[in-house]
């Protein structure tokens, strides 16, 4: 559940269709925050840089609105990654151009379920479901030794899970992921480079960490936003305020935090990690497991293999169906079904429960 604190002094409502949507900046916010609160918000033009047709939104917010700006995305502004596994037999090899995060054209565009053909066909297809970045400020100050140190690579407790930090190379130095459905991205400030890249088309200046693209053919001046601006966005992410505590008193709810821990859900949504000002309420070990069945095929990436996503965080899950990496589950219900690999016993576990257990547990998930 997503509240209101009496911190949050400052109540804007941005409209998304037939819909509003709040967001709450703190009494006194900076300067910064709300000028990056502004570019999260702004529906940018083919004038503006944007790398129309096939983008799937105009602006951070097209995607990022449930339940409020900053949240989760609805299932139709899903984006396609696409490679060639060779029918799944392997190896796996990315495109020209890499997974390239490409869209679906809109409907009037000629050949919108077309894709490159060239020397190697793309023959695997995978969906992406839009991550919500509520409380990702917070996330952003848990260090890597903390992520690091809940690792099981060797499976050492013998529970069937395992657990691994994703290691990326960032200008030469070793970092831990936090963002993304693979931890591919280590910083927030790189998630508002990454994302003005791959979601917008927008161009943005080199800062030597290599989430951003520098240049493009559009014709539009490179870069397309200033570093000021990308600090901005960055500042107005951080500032998003966590998803709180429903704060049930349904005795039922407590029994389903009991029973999530017993099943062991627990075990990869680690109820709290430690952040630079103290325990971070998100429900997640930010570890990559694998949770896809036997001869699942989709996207592979140097760390993070077909079928490994990061533990996504709890805080806020009743507000942002659907439910895993691609949307495949509708309810809670169904995510919990949908886990499998190193997740098989716990769900087996789970659909062995009796009906008012795992009714308290969705409960419970329902407060989160």
């Excluded at 190697?120 to 991550?131: K, L, M, S, Y």
């Excluded at 848990?142 to 930090?165: K, L, M, R």
């Excluded at 200008?171 to 480079?193: H, M, S, V, Y």
């Excluded at 070990?285 to 760390?303: F, Q």
Aim: with cysteine.
């Amino acid at each position: 559940m997503f509240e209101l604190t009496s911190t949050h002094k400052h109540l804007l409502a941005i409209g998304i269709g037939a819909a509003v949507a709040f967001v709450c900046l703190p009494q006194g916010q900076s300067t910064s925050v709300t000028n990056g609160r502004d570019l999260f918000d702004k529906a940018f033009h083919v004038a503006d840089g944007l790398g129309m047709p096939e983008m799937n939104g105009d602006s951070c917010r097209a995607c990022h609105q449930d339940p409020v700006m900053g949240g989760a995305g609805p299932l139709e502004l899903n984006v396609t990654r696409f490679a060639h596994d060779n029918q799944g037999v392997g190896p796996f090899q990315n495109l020209p151009g890499g997974q390239g995060l490409s869209k679906l054209y809109s409907p009037n565009m000629p050949g919108r379920e077309e894709h490159p053909l060239g020397p190697i066909p793309a023959d695997v297809f995978e969906q992406r479901q839009t991550p919500s970045i509520l409380g990702a400020g917070l996330i952003d100050t848990i260090s890597g030794p903390e992520i690091a140190s809940h690792e099981d690579p060797t499976d050492a407790n013998s529970d069937g899970i395992f657990g691994v930090a994703r290691r990326l190379n960032v200008g030469g130095t070793i970092e831990i992921g936090r963002f993304g459905w693979k931890a591919q991205i280590p910083r927030l400030a790189d998630f508002a480079n990454d994302a003005m890249a791959g979601e917008l088309g927008i161009t943005t200046p080199d800062n030597g960490r290599g989430f951003n693209t520098p240049t493009d053919g559009d014709g539009i001046a490179d870069p397309e936003l200033s570093q000021a601006e990308v600090d901005d966005l960055a500042a107005f992410m951080a500032s998003l305020p966590a998803p709180t505590r429903g704060g049930s008193t349904d005795p039922r709810v407590a029994t389903g935090e009991q029973v999530f821990t017993n099943i062991g859900c627990a075990t990869c949504h680690i109820p709290t990690l430690m952040g630079n000002s103290g325990p971070v309420a998100l429900y997640s070990n930010l570890l990559l497991h694998n949770v896809m069945p036997s001869g699942y095929r989709g996207m592979s990436e140097p760390g993070a293999d077909v079928g490994f996503y990061r533990t996504p965080p709890l805080w806020g899950i009743k507000d942002t169906a659907p439910y895993m990496h691609d949307g495949r589950a509708e309810d809670l219900e169904g995510a919990i079904l949908a886990h499998a690999g190193e997740a098989t016993q716990v769900t087996t576990a789970y659909q062995s429960l009796p009906k008012p257990d795992q009714e308290a547990l969705i409960l419970f998930l329902e407060d989160l």
